[in-house]
């Protein structure tokens, strides 16, 4: 038997942790995780592994509470940005690992602007994946058909609650 102790999302990939009480599992995963993602002028994708300050930004959105937008920006610094998804935007073609790219829209240029006065840089460009279906997944990973919006490698992760403790244990050594 698997029980659930807790969820949580990245409405944006790689910005703060997003606590949710519950959450709409569907085939590209749950519902708001991970739809938004920050690319740089040649459509790479910027994680926080690379560029930390990304954990300064929470995204709100449905999933979060927040329901007059689809989604709000918030950091540090500055005043939050509140943006609807651009089902009319711009297609830019963006890249994610080694996999072919793949076309999302672009926010556009107030997100943009706003990216870069949140995180003290330039040439950073927020997108959302309009279609989860155009982006299979690796298939030495996943079946036939299976695909997701902007996730590392699956629609859902998973962590057990022995994995935490150790990594606990770990990080205090």
């Not at 995204?59 to 939050?80: E, H, K, N, Q, V």
């Not at 990216?115 to 330039?122: F, M």
């Not at 997944?137 to 036939?144: K, Q, T």
Request: overall charge negative; glycine content about 6%.
């Amino acid at each position: 038997m698997i029980q659930v102790a807790a969820l949580a999302i990245h409405p944006v990939k790689s910005t703060a942790i997003r606590p949710v009480e519950r959450a709409y599992v569907g085939p590209a995963g749950l519902a708001d995780d991970r739809e938004w993602m920050v690319v740089n002028d040649f459509g790479e994708m910027i994680t926080a592994r690379e560029f930390p300050p990304l954990f300064s930004i929470v995204a709100d959105c449905a999933a979060t509470g927040f329901t007059d937008s689809d989604l709000r920006l918030s950091a540090p610094t500055i005043a939050p940005l509140q943006l609807d998804r651009p089902v009319a935007g711009a297609e830019v073609s963006v890249r994610m690992f080694t996999r072919p790219p793949m076309t999302v829209r672009a926010a556009g240029d107030e997100a943009d602007a706003w990216l870069d006065r949140a995180l003290g840089t330039q040439g950073l460009h927020l997108v959302w994946c309009s279609d989860p279906q155009a982006r299979s997944l690796n298939p030495a990973y996943s079946r036939p058909g299976d695909h997701a919006a902007l996730q590392d490698g699956s629609p859902v992760s998973l962590l057990g609650a022995a994995s935490v403790r150790e990594l606990q244990h770990r990080a205090t050594e």
